[in-house]
């Protein structure tokens, strides 16, 4: 079975400063890997994704993501935090095959930007 | 191009009454998702619907079902509210032959009340 383990329930950063969100996955084959991005009372939002090929990928809003197969992380980082970040961001693994693209997420992590 | 629209936003319900949430895919998507979110945690997947059929289904009881009508919009029903049932709905919709099947969208979401 797959899981998601976000460490950190909350981060406070100060604007200007950098970020990074931890996520450790469980799966046993290759995973595809996802941050989403929800604000108070919203949807999520599709920040970046992991498929294969190069391990850092770039997404919107100028984050960026690294998989390391060895230590089964995807940290999400951004060089210099903007007020407008402050969200609730989720990690999450897919399954392609048979599970048909079913996602499991992490329970989340808050930021929280100081001006 | 719109994304993926829910209905309705909000819901208050009492205990043990039904409930009927609707979901409209993004336009070319041919599959949608549905996941429960309670306060404070990630989502949880509910079920997909493909082609009309449940595919996939989560952790979830009979009381929670589902259907998916040939324009591929779908509604997720909910018998014998419990207070537990209190949450956030979210539908996410994909493609099967875009993003691996496995890159979904969400929606808005509707929050269900149950008094």
């Known amino acids: 079975a797959q899981s998601v383990t976000q460490p950190d329930i909350h981060i406070t950063v100060s604007e200007g400063a950098s970020l990074e969100l931890r996520c450790n996955y469980s799966?046993?084959?290759?995973?595809?890997l996802f941050w989403y991005v929800q604000s108070p009372g919203q949807g999520l939002q599709l920040l970046l994704k992991y498929f294969s090929g190069d391990t850092l990928v770039q997404g919107i809003k100028g984050f960026e993501a690294e998989f390391k197969r060895s230590q089964s992380s995807f940290n999400l980082r951004k060089p210099s935090v903007h007020w407008s970040d402050a969200a609730e961001y989720f990690c999450?693994?897919?399954?392609?095959?048979?599970?048909?693209?079913?996602?499991?997420f992490g329970q989340g992590t808050i930021l929280t930007v100081h001006p | 191009d719109a994304g993926v629209t829910q209905s309705p936003t909000h819901l208050i319900k009492t205990r043990g009454q039904q409930v009927t949430l609707r979901c409209s895919p993004k336009?070319?998507?041919?599959?949608v998702s549905w996941y429960q979110q309670a306060l404070g945690q990630g989502p949880q997947f509910i079920f997909q619907?493909?082609?009309?059929?449940?595919?996939q289904r989560g952790n979830f009881p009979d009381r929670f079902s589902g259907h998916q009508f040939p324009n591929y919009s779908s509604e997720l029903n909910v018998n014998a509210l419990l207070l537990g049932d209190s949450a956030l709905y979210l539908c996410?919709?994909?493609?099967?032959?875009?993003?691996?099947?496995?890159?979904?969208?969400f929606g808005p979401g509707t929050r269900l009340t149950v008094l």
């Open positions: 999450a693994v897919g399954a392609g095959g048979t599970s048909y693209g079913k996602l499991t």
């Open positions: 996410a919709s994909s493609s099967a032959r875009e993003g691996l099947g496995i890159e979904q969208f």
């Open positions: 799966y046993g084959a290759t995973p595809y």
């Open positions: 619907y493909y082609e009309e059929e449940e595919r």
């Open positions: 336009s070319g998507h041919d599959t």
